[in-house]
């Protein structure tokens, strides 16, 4: 990510807002530039809007190999991002019951031409279909995907607000805690911490904050707030594990035996051993106890027997 790529994100917003007017539709600029990828020049419907908007992305990072190499080689992950704005607008007009991801892509990017031209100069991706199949990220849960929008749109202000000679660290490391708290909120949403395909948007986004960071780390007093690590399943695992809990499996509950309770029942298991053992031992001991006081017990009766019949 870079200051160029977020800059197209916003032309794109400044003609198709990203909100929903009082109508329940998003407010569309009439003069907008985006016309000229619908036919005829005009955009009539929703779905027209938003499918200028994502060719617009497509076609300013990967028309050829000469827009390619100047910004899409060095921010290859700006194709996750489109796809990240597409759920988000898709979403943003949903009808209960419509799966607007699915009629989208069946509708336009697999119909369209647009989407099939070759792209010139690009060994790895042969059309935006192609690129955009590649990522696989339309066949997800778009409700999922949507939330990725607000932290990306957040740290998009961040990299507008960097001047080229970095002299808006300070002011920029200021306004940070804002995408900070956004990321955590996914960090900690347990929709996108157990499926992997999330996880790389998320580290995404951490890469591309990190980036940002470094642009200003000779800067004096620019602090950047640092992120929180990405929650993966096999940490939750682990944590749940260590901790005990509940876990979800086939939509019943069961419940985890808490690794406190192993190691305590352990520790009575080891600390019983010797005590039975005294036992044990006492036990053998008042045995042998008793037998040699019986034995001696029966040794006197004898002599004493003995005495009598010789006094008589």
């Not at 497509?58 to 597409?86: G, M, Q, R």
């Not at 949507?146 to 306004?175: A, G, H, Q, T, V």
Request: charged content about 30%; some cysteine.
């Amino acid at each position: 990510m870079n200051k160029e790529v977020c800059k197209k994100f916003q032309d794109v917003r400044t003609s198709l807002s990203d909100e929903l007017e009082g109508n329940g539709i998003p407010e569309f600029n009439d003069d907008s530039f985006l016309n000229k990828y619908c036919y005829f020049g005009k955009c009539n419907s929703d779905f027209d809007r938003i499918n200028a908007g994502c060719l617009y992305l497509l076609e300013a990072f990967f028309k050829d190999s000469s827009v390619f190499e100047s910004i899409a080689k060095n921010n290859i992950n700006v194709v996750e991002y489109i796809l990240i704005w597409l759920s988000y607008m898709l979403n943003l007009n949903k009808s209960e019951g419509h799966d607007n991801i699915r009629d989208f892509y069946n509708f336009k990017i697999n119909s369209h031409d647009e989407y099939k031209n070759v792209i010139n100069g690009v060994r790895h991706y042969e059309n935006y279909k192609g690129l955009i199949d590649t990522k696989n990220y339309l066949s997800m849960d778009i409700n999922i995907i949507s939330k990725f929008y607000d932290p990306f749109k957040s740290l998009c202000k961040l990299y507008n607000e960097l001047d080229d000679d970095n002299k808006n660290c300070k002011k920029c490391s200021n306004k940070a805690k804002e995408f900070v708290e956004k990321y955590k909120g996914l960090n900690e949403d347990s929709d996108i911490n157990e499926k992997s395909p999330y996880d790389q948007l998320l580290s995404t986004l951490s890469t591309d904050y990190d980036n940002l960071k470094n642009k200003c780390k000779d800067v004096q007093n620019s602090k950047f707030p640092a992120l929180t690590e990405i929650n993966t399943l096999q940490d939750a695992g682990e944590t749940t594990e260590q901790t005990g809990g509940t876990e979800k499996t086939g939509g019943t509950e069961q419940t985890v035996q808490k690794s406190d309770a192993t190691s305590s029942s352990s520790s009575i298991v080891s600390k019983l051993i010797p005590v039975l053992s005294i036992f044990g031992a006492i036990s053998i001991f008042w045995g042998i106890s008793y037998k040699y006081s019986l034995f001696g017990f029966r040794k006197r009766t004898q002599k004493q027997h003995l005495r009598e019949k010789l006094k008589k």
